[in-house]
């Protein structure tokens, strides 16, 4: 589980002739006057193009340390991974190939010979094995271990108790031969796919990486673009790299820009920035704008309200759910039922997005049919017999109920600032828990700035009860990552014996049978719909703004920026 100065794309026709009159035609005008000689829809190399994008990145640019879309959305551009998803969700080779044995647990890879880091370097598989090595490190300060955890030794090494992964064999430059505890169905789905160039990160510790210069200054990659200018939590110059593997790209580089959502529609009509993840709160003004098509796809991220059961232990490397709050199930589907979702989904989204009861994206073969579960429609007086029958009076007659001991009941709530709907949605959602009888109210009296909000709930500060977050999820259903006992991601800090048997069983060696990995991801979904850990709010669309004068843009359920060294300008009368 994020620009710089805003490039110009062409010269202005006044100023390219005037250039031509005084001098002879300057490489701008020869330029210009190429261009116009194409044919209209053949692609045309030159010109910068800028990103925007509407919240401060962190500048963690290596993919082993990013936490979010701010960062990724950098990477997208300068970044490889050894395999990719196709528009289907399977996982194909890229950079590398593999075979695997009948027995599922060794596998062979080999990568592509002449691919080049940024720097110069080769890359080799012992790139590969330095970044798996770094992730499965004991001072390893990411949250990528369940990626490298299926690796034989892995786990003795993460403990300080081997120097070495016994299950990594550099066969040669471009083999590399990963052994694992036992076979996973999704193994190659899982396995942490991005390399880090060992020659650049020598003489780095793993506990220093993440400050680093290699990763915050001066991050390379292999991809079509590299980072050349980089102005922390405002903007990334990118520029073209000419040794790319799969050959130069057409822009002459990208801007990725900060902005505020406000002004995204002002931005994209101007031609100040050419694309986009387009807020919903800007959707209807965006989709007026002769200059911008608007590309709308389903997504693979999801909205919730997550119950806070307790708080992650370092030292034990698990969740401990020691909060007795929302102990009670019936609590936490009643404030399911309260919720007007589709309404508030409606007046405030702009309609933009799919009622969900599961954390399984709706495209996925391993989503269980809406009838096999409750879809807690909105059903306010049931939501008042469940507090009733739990234990939750209105004691003292002033319309808000007390706890089962007949104490004052208060929740915290916290939420995300950023879209122009953002405090009316949810005012909206605090009045739909009122009209029950319960009291919640907005954790510190307003709304959070995006990084400030995960770090209060990543730290498990105490006064986050109750919060709305958006999660992104990968192509394979498995919940590992996010929902057992000893993922730091799984930020409601719940856990249950039968969930984690479930979720063992969906990556088993039984898995290999489709039909039971399926069966087995149903019965995750029905225990996950009737305990309630957290209320699905719904599935999201992807809502992509692209200038109409930048070509070769396609977008799917994974993300806005596929091939980004084919994007192309054309010219605009």
Request: hydrophobic share 35%; net charge negative; proline share 5%.
């Amino acid at each position: 589980m994020s620009k710089h100065i805003i490039g110009r794309l062409m010269l202005p026709l006044m100023l390219a002739v005037a250039l031509s009159a005084c001098s002879g035609p300057s490489p701008g005008a020869q330029s210009y006057m190429t261009r116009l000689s194409k044919t209209a829809d053949e692609p045309i190399a030159g010109g910068t193009v800028t990103y925007g994008y509407s919240s401060a990145f962190q500048g963690n640019f290596e993919p082993a340390f990013i936490e979010g879309e701010d960062d990724a959305n950098v990477l997208e551009f300068t970044t490889e991974a050894m395999f990719k998803v196709n528009d289907d969700l399977s996982t194909a080779p890229n950079i590398a190939t593999w075979q695997e044995s009948e027995d599922h647990t060794v596998f062979t890879f080999t990568i592509k010979p002449g691919v080049r880091w940024h720097n110069g370097d080769e890359l080799t598989v012992e790139d590969w094995k330095f970044a798996l090595e770094t992730i499965a490190s004991p001072d390893y300060p990411g949250s990528r271990y369940y990626s490298v955890e299926m690796i034989k030794g892995a786990e003795a090494y993460h403990l300080g108790e081997a120097k070495e992964i016994t299950g990594l064999k550099v066969m040669d430059p471009y083999t590399l031969r990963i052994t694992m505890n036992s076979a996973r169905a999704n193994m190659i789905d899982n396995l942490w796919a991005y390399p880090m160039n060992k020659r650049y990160f020598e003489g780095v510790a793993v506990k220093d990486m993440l400050d680093s210069d290699q990763v915050r200054k001066q991050p390379i990659g292999t991809g079509p673009f590299m980072i050349k200018a980089i102005v922390p939590g405002e903007s990334v110059e990118m520029i073209r790299f000419d040794d790319y593997y799969k050959g130069k790209a057409l822009l002459d580089g990208v801007t990725y820009k900060v902005i505020d959502s406000k002004d995204m529609t002002a931005l994209l009509e101007a031609g100040s920035i050419d694309i986009g993840s387009l807020p919903r709160d800007a959707y209807q003004a965006a989709g007026q704008l002769n200059n911008v098509e608007i590309k709308v796809t389903p997504g693979l991220s999801y909205e919730y309200i997550g119950f806070k059961f307790g708080h992650w232990d370092d030292e034990s490397g698990q969740v401990v759910m020691d909060n007795p709050k929302f102990q009670d199930k019936r609590l936490r589907k009643a404030m399911y039922y309260a919720l007007d979702r589709q309404g508030i989904i409606d007046k405030y989204s702009y309609g933009l997005g799919t009622l969900i009861e599961t954390p399984i994206p709706s495209s996925s073969w391993a989503k269980i049919d809406d009838q096999d579960i409750d879809t807690y429609a909105y059903l306010p007086e049931k939501a008042e017999n469940l507090l009733d029958e739990a234990g939750y009076l209105d004691t003292d007659g002033d319309g808000l109920r007390e706890d089962p001991s007949g104490k004052k009941f208060t929740i915290h709530y916290d939420a995300m600032s950023g879209s122009k709907t953002a405090e009316a949605r949810s005012a909206a959602i605090l009045q739909n828990w009122r009209d029950v009888g319960l009291n919640v109210q907005l954790n510190g009296g307003s709304l959070k700035e995006l990084n400030s909000f995960y770090e209060a709930v990543e730290s498990d500060d105490p006064s986050v009860e109750l919060f709305n977050g958006v999660w992104g999820l990968a192509s394979d259903p498995d919940p590992s990552g996010l929902w057992r006992a000893t993922d730091s991601w799984n930020y409601p800090r719940w856990t249950s014996k039968r969930s984690e048997e479930l979720i063992r069983d969906g990556v088993s060696l039984k898995a290999y049978d489709q039909d039971f990995r399926k069966e087995a991801y149903y019965e995750w979904q029905k225990l996950i719909n009737d305990e309630v850990p957290m209320i699905f709010f719904s599935e999201r669309s992807n809502i992509t703004a692209v200038n109409k004068r930048l070509q070769g843009v396609s977008t799917n359920a994974i993300s806005n920026i596929r091939d980004p060294q084919n994007w192309w300008i054309k010219e605009i009368d």
